[in-house]
């Protein structure tokens, strides 16, 4: 992965993530993105919460 980002060069681009999902196949569970409507209102922007609680740990 590149993490020296410039305005033409981002630090992380498509590839990277598609990798990095192919990588982690069979070992992290898809997760849920839940809306906040709560963080929404305070920042005046769509929020969305990653539930990386459901992960299996152990």
Request: overall charge positive; proline content about 3%.
């Amino acid at each position: 992965m590149n993490f020296r980002a410039t305005a033409h060069h981002p630090a992380l681009i498509l590839d990277d993530v598609r990798g990095a999902q192919k990588m982690l196949d069979g070992v992290a569970r898809v997760t849920a993105l839940e809306g906040s409507r709560h963080l929404t209102e305070l920042v005046g922007a769509p929020v969305h919460l990653k539930c990386e609680n459901l992960q299996r740990t152990g």
